[in-house]
């Protein structure tokens, strides 16, 4: 049995991670590089804090960091536990001028309910053909991978963290975001 038959039979495919020092590969994609501008999206999507509003694009958020993260299923979990994180700290994400948002192949109606049953005062967006997953290497059919993405005002990919482990991922995700702030401010 080769490596790859092994990893997929064992359950760690998912977080498998091949580097080169051009660039990140996961079994989900080619993961965007930083320093890189990120493809844009439009999608679908709910949030309590907004409930009239059903669409999402990265070109409305430009002028905010954004905090991106991909996850595979609401209602799990690990997906559970990294939502709740973020919601734990959305207040300071905002403070600090940034902006979460969270993408799954889940449907609006599931993550409206997601949104609900959780307390979520980001916004979660529907993905369910993969087309945004894919577009920045977060994707095996039929499920987002796990990977977040943390994006400058301008659209430019400056932190990304594969195969994430929910404890604790939101506290360095913000720490990141007010790091690059700082050294900004120098």
């Known amino acids: 049995m080769n490596r790859r038959e092994l990893l997929v039979k064992s359950g760690l495919f998912l977080t498998a991670l091949t580097l080169s020092p051009s660039r990140a590969s996961a079994l989900g994609g080619v ?17 309590q804090s907004e409930p009239d509003r059903k669409q999402w694009s990265s070109r409305d958020l430009r002028g905010r960091w954004l905090a991106v993260y991909f996850y595979p299923r609401d209602f799990t979990g690990g997906c559970t536990i990294e939502a709740r994180g973020f919601e734990s700290l959305h207040a300071d994400f905002l403070q600090a001028g940034g902006e979460v948002i969270g993408i799954s192949a889940d449907s609006v109606d599931d993550h409206e309910s997601f949104c609900e049953s959780e307390g979520l005062s980001f916004p979660l967006l529907s993905d369910p053909d993969g087309t945004v997953s894919k577009a920045y290497g977060s994707w095996m059919a039929p499920y987002s991978l796990r990977h977040t993405f943390l994006i400058d005002p301008e659209g430019v990919l400056r932190e990304r963290w594969v195969a994430v482990r929910p404890n604790g991922h939101a506290r ?10 700082n050294k900004a401010t120098v």
């Open 31 to 47: 993961v965007l590089e930083t320093g890189t501008t990120v493809p844009d999206f439009d999608l679908p999507g709910s949030s």
């Open 172 to 181: 360095e995700v913000l720490d990141s975001l007010t790091s690059f702030q």
